[in-house]
């Protein structure tokens, strides 16, 4: 699925180059990220200055990078992951607040 996601009109050729290479990462399995990869990704959305998030598979593999506006994300259609009932997806979302916000409900 390697896709970069969202809102991406308006950045610069070189900010979609920055995202892009988070698919080059892998995050070790027993991590539920790096502070490398967490730095990156705090830089990079402050540096375009929306909210961006990583989803990643049990493997550690970052399957999809995710632009948002100032104040959400949304995450892509997870219809190809097979899913059961009583049983989690396999993966996991990081994402950047922007300006110091409390956490949603959602």
Known sequence: ?????GNTS????????RLEKF?????????LI????????CL???EIRRQTGLLID????????????????????LSDYRTAEQRLIGLRCVHVHMNN????KR
């Open 1 to 5: 699925m390697k896709k970069l996601f």
């Open 23 to 31: 698919f080059r990462r892998r995050i070790a399995p027993e991590f």
């Open 58 to 77: 049990r493997r550690g593999r970052i399957i999809s990078v995710i632009v948002g506006d100032n104040k959400r994300i949304v995450i892509p259609d």
């Open 44 to 46: 990079a959305a402050g």
């Open 10 to 17: 308006g950045l610069k050729p070189d900010q979609l180059r």
């Open 101 to 104: 916000e409390a956490l949603s």
């Open 34 to 41: 790096t502070p490398e990869v967490a730095r990156e990704l």
